[in-house]
């Protein structure tokens, strides 16, 4: 019997006890015979050495397992924060998702996170509650806390006993909480339940099935990763409650890569999920946004928990892909599909890696690049000037990641320098400049007009033209539009400048020039390189004239704190320049939610136990780009020939100074 495939995530705040889960699943599915443990190191999906080390999951890893009627990709992906550039590239090829919650911890600041961006990409999403058997464990506050903190509505599938203990068990049954949350979906239900005085159980079912698969609710169930207990029903909602893959297998090709990692041999090996049509074995197939092709040397699916080789791949599957050279994660793969999209916020810490003794600086960067290509949202930025690399994170322990990974397979010894935070510019006002070809003090055959004006916040750089298109040729238009986005990576304090839009107001060039008998005479005719090296200049004098402000990035917080250490609190938030929006209480908690600067967040959860006598809890996540206010303004060290100063960048450009 030919088998559907269900490609499910399995996401959770650290340490709720995700990869545990994971474990157990593969376990009563039949795959293992026994359990790996966190602890041991043993787990079938945590393979990085330094995974096992730290008893965390940072590569999301396939692992397949057989229902009775389905196929299951198992996906399990990390819940540190600083690994959530891996979670949202895993989130778009996903049928269906498990949340973990842990019955002690409760609602933490992942789980917000995940269970936020779930909702929005309406990914079908079953709740299951774990650790029931630790002490501490909690069912009906976990439940309201998933409901209030969350905001979501929930099905209980059962109730759980004996909760803190060993002999911790879960009791499958719908009770009335389900009726009232599926009626509020459903009008026909309701007035289904009203007319007859009630519902049949297989009506209530079909009913959950339906709404669970469009995400708008979400099953929960109790249970232990350590234990087995709720596990089996868990698997039956799997199976019976969550969308399998579709997709025509006979359909142009179309698949999104969500990972890329080497082999042994240094090949690139790409995790894709195919969407439509069929991927073979020696065949030709385009693939990223330049539409480069490359031809398929090798296939395999993931079967019975290990990855299998195949001669070809339907619609609905994951496959391991050789074969495609310049493949980067995101890259759609035959005709391009679901567009691959940053769900979670951009790294805002950056730091310098420092090379250690015996290693080679030129190594070092072309390591991190590659690194940066198996993650795009690890930013690799070169000094030339003073032969530094630097890297975008995520956070602290991404270091130790990048630091390891550096040294086990690549053999690099690296330390890191301080990390800073990651600033923006934008423009204050509009501003414009021009240098005329053959004019004035402009060394350059060429003509550029650019005026610089704001544009919407997110909407990054936009390119316009208010001269004809055929003025001049193409591909000059071309160099000012690719040296105008390169530029603004370094605005006039260093910082990468965004929501702008730039308008190309002038253009000219020297045709090419003959003399007789002598051909084409070069000092005399506009190339590429004349308009390359005069933009930058034109670019930052316009930009000079509009203005930029610094922005830095700042959090959004949630403080859960003892009402009566309020007092004492407000000070400490001030003094990090955290400003509280809102202030509820839950009992005798007070709730402050607000904002506070990204480079301040580490050091708020640092001071917080001493003002709330170890009460206190904050979750945090990126929110927004705001003007720093205080202080001086951050500048970062220029990379480029730096424009703003014109003598030294013709010195640098063209060894030529116009004085």
Request: hydrophobic residues 40%.
């Amino acid at each position: 019997m030919h088998l559907t495939n269900l490609n499910l995530g399995i996401l959770a705040h650290v340490d709720a006890g995700k990869t545990s889960l994971t474990e157990r699943l593969l376990h009563t599915a039949g795959v293992t015979d026994e359990i790996g443990s966190v602890d041991d190191g043993s787990t079938v999906t945590d393979t990085l050495a330094l995974e096992r080390q730290r008893g965390i999951t940072i590569k999301s890893a396939v692992v397949s397992f057989p229902l009775d009627s389905v196929t299951v990709n198992l996906i399990d992906t990390p819940g540190h924060p600083d690994f959530i550039a891996e979670v949202e590239r895993v989130l778009g090829v996903l049928d269906g998702a498990v949340l973990v919650v842990s019955a002690v911890e409760g609602v933490q600041a992942q789980t917000r996170v995940l269970m936020r961006t779930l909702r929005r990409l309406r990914i079908p999403t079953l709740v299951f509650v774990n650790k029931i058997d630790r002490r501490g464990a909690r069912e009906e506050e976990v439940l309201r806390e998933i409901a209030d903190r969350l905001a979501v509505p929930l099905v209980p599938m059962g109730a759980a006993t004996a909760l803190g203990t060993r002999g911790a068990r879960f009791v499958p049954g719908l009770g009335p909480a389900a009726l009232d949350v599926l009626t509020g979906h459903d009008d026909a239900l309701l007035t289904d339940y009203v007319d007859r005085g009630g519902l049949s159980a297989r009506r209530l079912r079909a009913a959950l099935t339906r709404q669970t698969r469009a995400a708008q609710v979400h099953p929960v169930y109790f249970g232990s990763a350590l234990t087995g207990a709720g596990v089996t029903e868990l698997i039956d909602g799997i199976e019976r409650l969550l969308p399998t893959a579709d997709g025509d297998p006979d359909a142009s090709l179309s698949g999104t890569v969500f990972k890329v990692e080497r082999g042994p041999a240094g090949e690139k090996v790409a995790y894709a999920r195919v969407f439509a049509g069929t991927l073979r074995v020696r065949d030709r197939v385009p693939f990223g946004d330049g539409r480069e092709e490359g031809r398929i040397t090798a296939l395999a699916v993931f079967d019975q928990g290990t990855d299998t080789r195949r001669d070809s791949v339907t619609a609905g599957r994951i496959a391991k892909v050789w074969g495609l050279g310049g493949i980067r994660i995101g890259d759609p793969i035959g005709v391009p599909g679901r567009a691959y999209e940053h769900h979670f916020a951009p790294p805002t810490l950056e730091s310098v890696v420092v090379p250690g003794p015996g290693t080679d600086r030129r190594s070092l960067h072309l390591a991190l690049t590659q690194l940066a290509e198996q993650d795009p949202l690890i930013g690799v930025r070169r000094d030339e000037l003073r032969g530094e690399t630097s890297v975008s994170l995520y956070g602290e322990v991404q270091k130790e990641v990048v630091q390891a990974t550096l040294a086990d397979e690549y053999g690099l010894g690296v330390t890191f320098r301080e990390t800073t935070t990651l600033c923006v510019e934008r423009p204050v006002g509009s501003g414009q400049a021009v240098e005329f070809d053959k004019k004035d003090l402009n060394p350059f055959l060429a003509t550029v007009g650019l005026r610089v004006d704001p544009a919407p916040p997110g909407s990054g750089v936009e390119f316009r033209l208010e001269v004809e298109l055929g003025s001049m040729p193409y591909a000059f238009f071309k160099a000012v539009e690719e040296t105008v986005r390169a530029t603004l990576g370094q605005g006039l304090h260093g910082w990468e400048v965004t929501g702008c839009a730039v308008t190309m107001t002038h253009s000219g060039y020297s045709p090419r020039q003959s003399h007789a008998h002598q051909g084409f005479d070069k000092s005399m005719s506009s190339t590429g390189y004349d308009f390359r090296s005069l933009t930058p200049l034109v670019l930052v004098e316009a930009l000079r004239r509009a203005g930029t402000l610094v922005h830095e990035p700042m959090h959004r917080f949630s403080l859960r704190a003892p009402a009566d250490t309020l007092g004492a609190l407000l000070p400490v938030l001030a003094r990090l320049g955290a400003v509280p929006e809102t202030t509820g209480t839950h009992g005798r908690a007070c709730v402050l939610e607000g904002v506070v600067p990204a480079a301040r967040v580490h050091e708020l959860g640092q001071r917080l136990p001493g003002p709330t006598r170890g009460e206190g809890e904050v979750e945090t996540a990126f929110d927004h780009y705001a003007p720093v206010t205080r202080g001086p303004v951050p500048e970062r060290p220029r990379t480029d020939h730096n424009p703003l100063n014109r003598k030294e960048y013709l010195l640098n450009v063209t060894r030529r100074v116009g004085d």
